[in-house]
C-alpha cells in the first residue's frame, strides 16, 4: 500500500521567514502535484511535478520532485500571511491520487 | 476550462435518510471520475473511481451498497448516501479526468459538506 507522508504536520511560522514542506512517498512514481486547501475550501492546484528533476516556482513557493528519493519539497520563501493554509502532495500512481498527510500552515505577523 | 460543479455545497439530513450528490464537468468530457471523502482536520481518502458506462470500483473499507455512485453520462456522475448516520457527517469532494487530454491531471470540485443530524 503506497504511504504517502508529509513533515511537519503542523508549521507556524514568522513572516518574512523561509521554510520548508517535506513529502515523502513509497512506491515509484513519475507524477506528483501539490494543493493548497483553505478551511471550508475544496483544493487548489499549486502544482504539478511531471518528472526526475522538475522544479516549479509560482511567488513565494517553489516546488521539486526526485524520483529516485521519492520525496517532493515545498518551499516556501519571505512568508505571507495570505499563504496561511493547509497543503497537500499528491502522488499519482496513473490509476489514482494519493494524498499526503497534510501541512498545516500558519503565518504569523 | 476544466471546470467541475458540486450540488448541493451543502446538505443537512435527518438519520436513515438518503442523500444524493451531483458532480459535473461543466466544459469537458470526464471519462472518469472520483469520490473522495475528508473528515475534519484530516486529508483526502479516496472512496471510489468511476468511469462513464461502468460500474464504480470502490476502495477497501468503503461500502458500495452505501454509497452509491452512478455515472451515467461523460459530464455527470452521482453519489447517494444511503441510509445516512451521523459518522457519515463530512466533506465530500468529487474530481474529473478530461477523457479529451492526454494528462492524468484531475479537476476537482467545489465539494459538499454533509450533515446528518
Known amino acids: 500500500e503506497l504511504k504517502v507522508e508529509q513533515n511537519p504536520l503542523f508549521l507556524s511560522m514568522q513572516e518574512g521567514k523561509n521554510y520548508t514542506i517535506y513529502c515523502n512517498y513509497s512506491t515509484t512514481s513519475d507524477r506528483l502535484y501539490w494543493y493548497r486547501q483553505d478551511p471550508g475550501k475544496s483544493l487548489e492546484s499549486l502544482f504539478v511535478l511531471l518528472s526526475n528533476g522538475a522544479v516549479k516556482q509560482e511567488g513565494r513557493l517553489m516546488a521539486s520532485l526526485d524520483t529516485k528519493a521519492r520525496l517532493s519539497t515545498l518551499h516556501i520563501t519571505a512568508a505571507v500571511h495570505d499563504l496561511s493554509a493547509t497543503y497537500f502532495c499528491a502522488v499519482d500512481t496513473y490509476e489514482k491520487l494519493t494524498f499526503g498527510t497534510g501541512t498545516r500552515l500558519t503565518i504569523i505577523p | 476550462g476544466a471546470v467541475v460543479s458540486q450540488h448541493p455545497s451543502w446538505v443537512i439530513c435527518k438519520s436513515g435518510t438518503s442523500v444524493k450528490i451531483e458532480c459535473r464537468s461543466l466544459d469537458f468530457q470526464a471519462t472518469t471520475m472520483f469520490w473522495y471523502r475528508q473528515f475534519p482536520k484530516q486529508s483526502l481518502m479516496l472512496m471510489a473511481t468511476s468511469n462513464e458506462g461502468s460500474k464504480a470500483t470502490y476502495e477497501q473499507g468503503v461500502e458500495k451498497d452505501k454509497f452509491l455512485i452512478n455515472h451515467a453520462s461523460l459530464t455527470l456522475s452521482t453519489l447517494t448516501v444511503t441510509s445516512a448516520h451521523p459518522e457519515d457527517s463530512s466533506f465530500y469532494i468529487c474530481?474529473?479526468?478530461?477523457?479529451?487530454?492526454?494528462?492524468?491531471?484531475?479537476?476537482f470540485g467545489p465539494g459538499t459538506r454533509l450533515t446528518v443530524t
Open positions: 474530481s474529473a479526468r478530461d477523457g479529451g487530454r492526454s494528462l492524468r491531471e484531475q479537476y
